[in-house]
Nanobody, 114 residues
Framework: QVQLVESGGGLVQPGGSLRLSCAASGFTFMTYSMRWYRQAPGKERELVAAITSAGSVTNYLDSVKGRFTISRDNAKNTVYLQMNSLKPEDTAVYYC???????WGQGTQVTVSS
C-alpha cells in the first residue's frame, strides 16, 4: 500500500522539542525528495522544510531556520523533522509529503502551549 504515516506530535511547552517521523511504504522512497508542511487553524498550508532524495540538500521556511532540522534514513524509509525551541506560533497540524507522487500523510498535531 502506497502511504505516508506521521507520528511524534503532541503537546509541548514553549522552548521544548519534538521529533516528527514519517514512515513511507509502497514506493521507492530513496528516489523521492520529501517535504514537511504545516497548517494552523484558519491559515493556509505552508511548506516548512524539504530534503532531496539523498539528503544532501535541505531548505527551510525562514521562521524555522536554526530551530528545525529535516533529515531522512533511506534504509528505514523514514523522514524526520526535529523541532527545537518551539514557539506557540508553531502550533499546527504537520503533514509529510512526497511531491512527485502528490502523496500526503494524515497529519500529526503539534501544540505549543504553557
Amino acid at each position: 500500500q502506497v502511504q505516508l504515516v506521521e507520528s511524534g506530535g503532541g503537546l509541548v511547552q514553549p522552548g521544548g522539542s519534538l521529533r516528527l517521523s514519517c514512515a513511507a511504504s509502497g514506493f521507492t522512497f530513496m528516489t523521492y525528495s520529501m517535504r514537511w508542511y504545516r497548517q494552523a487553524p484558519g491559515k493556509e498550508r505552508e511548506l516548512v522544510a524539504a530534503i532531496t532524495s539523498a539528503g544532501s540538500v535541505t531548505n527551510y521556511l525562514d521562521s524555522v531556520k536554526g530551530r528545525f532540522t529535516i533529515s531522512r534514513d533511506n534504509a528505514k524509509n523514514t523522514v524526520y523533522l526535529q523541532m527545537n525551541s518551539l514557539k506557540p506560533e508553531d502550533t499546527a497540524v504537520y503533514y509529510c509529503n512526497a511531491p512527485r507522487r502528490d502523496l500526503w500523510g494524515q497529519g500529526t498535531q503539534v501544540t505549543v502551549s504553557s
